[in-house]
């Protein structure tokens, strides 16, 4: 799992506001640019990493909601909280299939049928939610999302 990234020239000295702009455009940064390798499906680890720092970013604005106007937070967050589950589904998925795949080294050849069919049911149910992540991300592409999350932090505070 990747280190959170350093958030820059934070100063106890300067306004909330300031302060938290650094913060959350940090995370908005720190998320999305994972977005590439996550888009690619070549790196789990890549796709972990994003979704932790999602989640970093979400904790942000949980922790400082009042700071900001809660109509337009609610819709950035409702965003923000749909590719986190996406995100959520297929790691889930690698994990299980990890684990199976370890469990079956386990076993004697005879009793191996049954898990590779789970494998094969799991790999199946896992392309679907990758499609479904897929989507999602390319939605938020789209409509621009990181850039306009960012422009709203900026807005907002």
């Known amino acids: 799992m990747a280190k959170p990234w350093k958030i820059v020239d934070l ?6 506001k300031q302060c938290l702009q650094k913060i959350a455009l ?3 940064q720190e998320t999305f640019s994972h977005e590439p390798a996550t888009m690619r499906g070549d790196d789990p ?7 932790v720092s999602a989640r970093r970013l979400r904790a942000v604005l949980r922790i400082f909601r009042d700071c900001f106007s809660r109509k337009k937070l609610k819709k950035h ?3 923000l909280q749909a590719l986190i589950r996406a995100l959520g589904a297929v790691r889930e998925r690698d994990v299980f299939l990890e684990s199976l795949s370890a ?4 076993l004697a050849a005879t009793d191996r049928k049954v898990i ?5 049911r799991e790999t199946t149910a896992r392309l679907a ?6 989507r999602e991300m390319k939605y938020l592409r789209r409509m621009n999302f990181a850039d306009s999350f960012a422009a709203f932090v900026k807005s907002s505070l």
């Open 116 to 120: 590779d069919l789970l494998i094969a």
């Open 45 to 51: 680890e890549a796709l972990h990493d994003m979704r």
């Open 129 to 134: 939610d990758r499609r479904a992540l897929l």
């Open 103 to 106: 469990y079956k080294n386990t």
């Open 77 to 79: 967050d409702a965003r």
């Open 11 to 16: 100063n106890p000295d300067e306004s909330l």
């Open 26 to 28: 940090t995370r908005i």
